[in-house]
T-cell receptor
Framework: KQEVTQIPAALSVPEGENLVLNCSFT??????LQWFRQDPGKGLTSLLL?????REQTSGRLNASLDKSSGRSTLYIAASQPGDSATYLC????????????FGQGTILTVHP | KAGVTQTPRYLIKTRGQQVTLSCSPI?????VSWYQQTPGQGLQFLFE???????NKGNFPGRFSGRQFSNSRSEMNVSTLELGDSALYLC?????????????FGSGTQLSVL
């Protein structure tokens, strides 16, 4: 059974800092890994999707890496801003599970001015 | 292009009642998945529908059911509501329903059971 763990559970940083969020998964037989952002009481916004054959993906100030063999992914956020404050979730898709993503518990990020 | 639309946005019910939630996928998307999100358990997969057929199901009791219509719109139903069913229910759609395909999520329905 796939299990996804995110560290840290919460992170508070001053504006402008670079930061790293961590995600680990127990079963390396994945199709892809996705990072999402969730604002309080809202749905999920996809940030980056990394296919199992890829090592990293970049979008603006965000960079996500994937090491499938070790079961780890990191989300790097450069020059953080107060608007980045949200919960960040990683999720993996694997096997023959149509429509099923296995999510971590998330990292609550607070960027203070 | 409109995103995934979920209605209603908020819902308050009492124990023992039943509830129906609706999800309209992105136009052209044929697969719809449902998730339950609670503070304690996080996001958990409920089920997935493609071309009106349930192809995958999570580990939830039979009180949770769903269906998909020919226009790909989906509904989920929870019967005999319990306090623990209070959660944010999210649906997601994808174009072809392939494993690992990118999912697009709606804003969710916040269900409170009193």
């Amino acid at each position: 059974k796939q299990e996804v763990t995110q560290i840290p559970a919460a992170l508070s940083v001053p504006e402008g800092e670079n930061l790293v969020l961590n995600c680990s998964f127990t079963d390396s037989a994945i199709y892809n890994l996705q990072w999402f952002r969730q604002d309080p009481g809202k749905g999920l916004t996809s940030l980056l999707l990394i296919q199992s054959s890829q090592r990293e993906q970049t979008s603006g100030r965000l960079n996500a890496s994937l090491d499938k063999s070790s079961g780890r992914s990191t989300l790097y956020i450069a020059a953080s801003q107060p608007g980045d404050s949200a919960t960040y979730l990683c999720a993996v898709a694997g096997g023959t599970s149509y429509g099923k993503l296995t999510f971590g518990q998330g990292t609550i990020l607070t960027v203070h001015p | 292009k409109a995103g995934v639309t979920q209605t209603p946005r908020y819902l308050i019910k009492t124990r023992g009642q039943q509830v129906t939630l609706s999800c309209s996928p992105i136009s052209g998307h044929r697969s719809v998945s449902w998730y339950q999100q609670t503070p304690g358990q996080g996001l958990q997969f409920l089920f997935e529908y493609f071309s009106e057929t349930q192809r995958n199901k999570g580990n939830f009791p039979g009180r949770f059911s769903g269906r998909q219509f020919s226009n790909s719109r989906s509904e989920m139903n929870v019967s005999t509501l319990e306090l623990g069913d209070s959660a944010l229910y999210l649906c997601a759609s994808s174009l072809a329903g392939d494993v690992g395909e990118k999912l697009f999520f709606g804003s969710g329905t916040q269900l409170s059971v009193l």
